[in-house]
């Protein structure tokens, strides 16, 4: 993707040495047809490709094939980002599968063109003018995606409008999926589960009314007429007031079959949503999807994957990995991250979000047995199923650089890299990027590097450092709240960090709520012991006291503010870094993240200097003195409005 905006090394020098270049598949080309591959094309399934060195007819030549036109799309791309990140043509050789079946950006845009939680512009779908004018930037954006692996696009937003489902509409979708076939990228939409009454005429959406059950087998006959591929729906049901099968009494793997059914003649997909909570308004909101979902495994059909977000409160800069992806043996599941940075400071600030997933991936659910790590469950190994998916809110826009922020387009990319490769490194993709986006001079790409690597952990500490979670000012989420107490009790910040003169965090042990026992036994005794629960989570699963000795011989209390001072701190030395590469890359790009930065670091004091003010309320005791103290008052932070942010 950033490849083909970025610039290249010429081709020729690449390549030469090889001779010439084969590219096709067995049926498209008589060469491919005579070479003998090893793996045999057939094994790499419909998706994957081949890069070897060959030798035709006395000639050398490298060949680029597979058993489908999609696959050598793949390869070509192979092929272009290892030249482009300077790579030997001996090195280009690859076998490459994807691990995961389902690789979907989802967009959360509106009709309007708004985009819920976006922060690069407005939405790319221009609905008005669709079907009629297709603009050219929709193959720019199949193009992009085809060259990191995404296969799908929900265009919707999981808050649905039922209207997307009407014959104008299906149209317009219609032309957008002309647009993304031949890039191997099926579309999906949102379906709203009230959409037989709204738009249906009926009286009810119940899944076990008939003419409800017709109402979709039409539904999906009409839009497979026009979208003769067509992914599937998204649903995001009885969460969040949107209507679902529980309106009905029904469950949520009645409802999800009832569109499945539907689907199912068409070979289409149902992504459920496991993001649900609410059901019970005095139950720990981390609890909730699990207990709701985890007996229901085993009912849902196979064209069904239940998409769980990766951790299980809401994208938080850390969380523990889902307790869901570890109890749903016969169920197919899907990882749901969201790059879009609603609470890891928007567009502004720079936070590369490998190290996030792979966090996640790497996490042991133990679940059946040790080694069972999210990846595994992702890719059926570890419960021996078809491969699930990955799927991400994506961050894109009609800003001149799609993402809004430089460095967020390395987050598509990333996502998409982990997505047909769950094992890569974070440090790889970001080398790759560097490399693609900006230049390939290694004085520039090691701090660079560096300084990625380092960002979201930089932002946890001046956010939400110790396993603290959910304390963003009320609704748009801009900035530090952690007083937020008034509204709903699970959307505000006190119901989340529950300082008090005692201490700090949300009791999830066996004494508290009790969220730890939704972990496999090792887990379960090791996060609910505060002994043992990594100091990253310990405010996650604990109400820890302000004398409590952290590893560090610090008091919980002082911890808290070295650790909101080291992330202003890391800040500081990313704007250093990046200062210091001035000259290395275009004077353009390298002002507009400089200026970005300069936010970050104004952001990040705002952050650390409200919340330690906060909990200093309940603390009751002084920032150590080798810190920097708080400009202003709690009071002045607490003024604080911010009119018109983006997102909402
Ligand atoms: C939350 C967002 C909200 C989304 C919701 C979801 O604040 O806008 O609708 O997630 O995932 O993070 O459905």
């Known amino acids: 993707m950033a490849g083909l905006l970025g610039a290249a090394p010429p081709f020729e020098s690449s390549v030469r040495g090889a001779g010439a270049l084969i590219v096709g598949t067995p049926r498209s080309s008589p060469l491919v047809a005579r070479l003998e591959l090893s793996p045999d094309l057939a094994e790499v399934g419909p998706e994957g490709f081949v890069v070897r060195d060959v030798v035709v007819d006395g000639h050398r030549a ?7 036109d999609i696959g050598v799309l793949y390869g070509i791309f192979h092929l272009l980002r290892k030249m482009q990140c300077g790579a030997r043509p001996e090195d280009v050789a690859a076998t490459e599968t994807p691990r995961l079946r389902h690789r979907m950006l989802q ?21 008005h003018k669709l079907p009629d004018y297709v603009s050219p930037q929709y193959e720019d954006y199949a193009r992009a ?75 999906a006959d009409a839009i497979y007429r026009v979208v003769p591929d067509f992914g599937g729906f998204v649903v995001k049901a009885n ?4 209507p679902g099968p529980g309106d009905y009494g029904r469950t949520h793997a009645e409802g999800a079959n009832l569109l499945a059914d539907a689907l ?31 007996p229901l495994d085993g009912e849902f059909r196979d064209n069904v994957l239940l998409q769980v977000k990766n951790g299980p409160i809401d994208f938080q800069p850390r969380e523990p990995f889902h307790p869901l992806f570890g109890a749903m043996p016969r169920t197919s599941l899907a990882a749901e991250f969201q790059l879009t940075q609603e609470y890891l400071g928007f567009a502004t600030h720079l936070a590369y979000l490998a190290p996030l997933l792979r966090e996640t991936l790497d996490s042991d659910t133990f679940a059946p047995g040790p080694g069972s790590t999210v990846a595994r469950v992702l890719d059926g190994t570890a419960q021996r ?25 390395a987050n598509w990319f990333a996502f998409g890299r982990l997505a047909w490769n769950p094992g890569l490194a974070a440090e790889a993709i970001a080398d790759d990027w560097l490399r693609m986006t900006f230049t390939g001079d290694d004085r520039f790409v090691g701090p660079a590097r560096r300084m990625m690597m380092e960002s979201r952990e930089a932002v946890v500490s001046y956010m939400t450092p110790l396993g603290l979670h959910h304390l963003m000012a009320w609704d748009h989420h801009y900035g530090p709240g ?3 107490a008034e509204g709903r009790a699970d959307w505000t910040s006190v119901y989340f960090h529950r300082a008090d003169e005692r201490g700090l965090g949300f009791d999830r042990s066996a004494t508290g709520s009790n969220a730890v026992a939704q972990y496999a036994p090792p887990l379960r005794d090791r996060f609910g012991h505060e002994g043992t629960c990594p100091e990253t989570l310990l405010l996650w699963f604990h109400h820890v006291a302000w004398d409590h000795e952290m590893r560090s011989g ?25 200062d210091s590469l001035d000259g290395l890359i275009d004077d353009a790009r390298h002002r507009h993240v400089g200026a970005l930065l300069r936010v970050q670091e104004r952001e990040a004091r705002w952050w650390r200097d409200a919340c330690l003010l906060y909990f200093q309320t309940f603390s009751r005791r002084p920032i150590p003195p080798e810190l920097e103290a708080p400009a202003g008052t709690l009071d002045d932070f607490i003024r604080i409005r911010h009119h018109y942010v983006p997102g909402i």
């Open 482 to 484: 952690p007083w937020v």
């Open 239 to 242: 969460s969040e007031g949107q």
């Open 385 to 409: 199923r078809p491969a699930g998916g990955m799927v991400a809110v994506a961050n894109i826009g009609t800003d001149r650089n799609w993402c809004g922020h430089p460095f967020a387009q």
């Open 145 to 219: 995606n085809a060259s990191i692996g995404v296969n799908s696009v929900l265009l919707t937003n999981v808050n649905a409008n039922a209207l997307v489902l009407t014959e104008p509409y299906l149209h317009k979708v219609a032309a957008l999926a002309g647009v993304l076939r031949p890039y191997g990228m099926r579309v999906f939409l949102s379906a709203r589960f009230s959409a037989p009454i709204e738009i249906g005429g009926l009286s009810t959406a119940d899944p076990k009314d008939a003419s409800v059950v017709a109402f979709w087998r039409d539904k």
């Open 107 to 127: 967009h959360w845009d509106n009709l309007d063109r708004t985009v819920e939680r976006g922060y690069a512009g407005s939405s790319i779908w221009d609905w």
């Open 554 to 578: 610090r008091s919980l209390w002082d911890e808290l503010c070295h650790r909101y001072s080291g992330g202003v701190d890391r800040v500081r030395a990313m704007l250093h870094t990046w």
């Open 62 to 68: 490298l060949a680029v094939a597979a058993p489908g």
């Open 264 to 294: 199912a003649p068409h070979g289409g997909t149902v992504f459920w949503r496991a993001f649900v909570y609410a059901n019970d308004g005095r139950e720990d909101r981390a609890r909730q999807a699990y207990n709701e979902l985890a």
